[in-house]
Structures are given as C-alpha cells and as structure tokens.
C-alpha cells in the first residue's frame, strides 16, 4: 500500500497551483510540451504539445487516475517539420554525437480505443537517422531536440496526477 511518501510529493491535476501555473505558461510560451506516463501500462506513455488550455484539460479529463504529467515551461524539441533529407541533414546537425535525443511524430496514431504520438529516443545520429527515415516519420510532421529533463520539478518543469475518484493522490506505477 502506498503512503504519502511513495507519492514524492506529486500535487494532484486538479490543483489549483498546477492548474495556474501550466496556464501562464500556455499564455506566455504559446505551447507546453508534456509527458505522460501511465499508470500499470508497462511504461507505456506519450508526448505532447498543447497550445490552448482548453486542450490541455481536455486532455486531463481523459487520463485515468494515477496517470503522471510532467509539463515544461520553456520550448522543446524545437527541431520541426515535415521529414525530407534535408530536414534529417540539420535534425542531426542540431543534436551533437552521444546526446540523448527524442523525436515525436505530430500527427495522432489512433488504433480502435487506443490513440498516441509515436516517439522514439536514442543517442547517436544513426539511431535518429534510421527513426526519421522509417515509414512511419519519413514525410510527416515531427519534432526533435534533446531528451527533456523531466525527473525533477523546477521554475521550467512541473508535475501532478491524476487523483483517485475520491479525490486523493496516489503515484503509480510507471
């Protein structure tokens, strides 16, 4: 069972200092990015841009309870566009040899229930290569840069779950 000190202290997504905080960082950036982890889904998670809060609780009021979001207040993965070899040229430019990247396809996968933005991690050029030049990015809408840091929450990166029917915060399992 799980105590309050499993929860590392994760606010819920409900709460009114989250809430306010990713809402002027959408009014003052234009967008958040922000990873999701859920819950017993065998580290399953997904990536995501929001340019509205309107979106953005849209998007809260679909995660089941002791889902994860870690938001990000300055913009990343600013590599973007649609996947040509010359945008592969300056993707891999812009990320040095040894450097984790991420690159996330910006066009929704949906398979019956299930709906998700492809993403793929790794650290050399030829790993970024392969991803942007596999069918499911060649020719479509990605953005790539540097792996955000999302362990810690700072002024730039802010987290909460989402709570329990009954309103409490239980963190889970990831």
Known sequence: MAN???DMGYASTSDPTFIS???AWIESKK???ALIRFHASAGAKS????ESMDAFKNRLDELQPRSCITVFRDRQLPS???VNEEFIQK???AIPEGAEFLLVVLEKV???RASWFHDAAG???DELVEELRHDYCYGKQVAVGHYPPWLDDSDSVISAVVPNEDGSVTAGIY
Do not use: K, M, N
């Not at 990536?47 to 929001?50: D, G, I, S």
């Open 47 to 50: 990536f995501e841009f929001f």
């Open 4 to 6: 309050d000190d499993d």
């Open 31 to 33: 967008e958040v990015f």
């Open 110 to 112: 949906t398979i019956g």
């Open 21 to 23: 905080t990713v809402q």
């Open 91 to 93: 993707a891999s430019a």
């Open 80 to 82: 973007r566009g649609c």
């Open 123 to 125: 650290v050399t050029h």
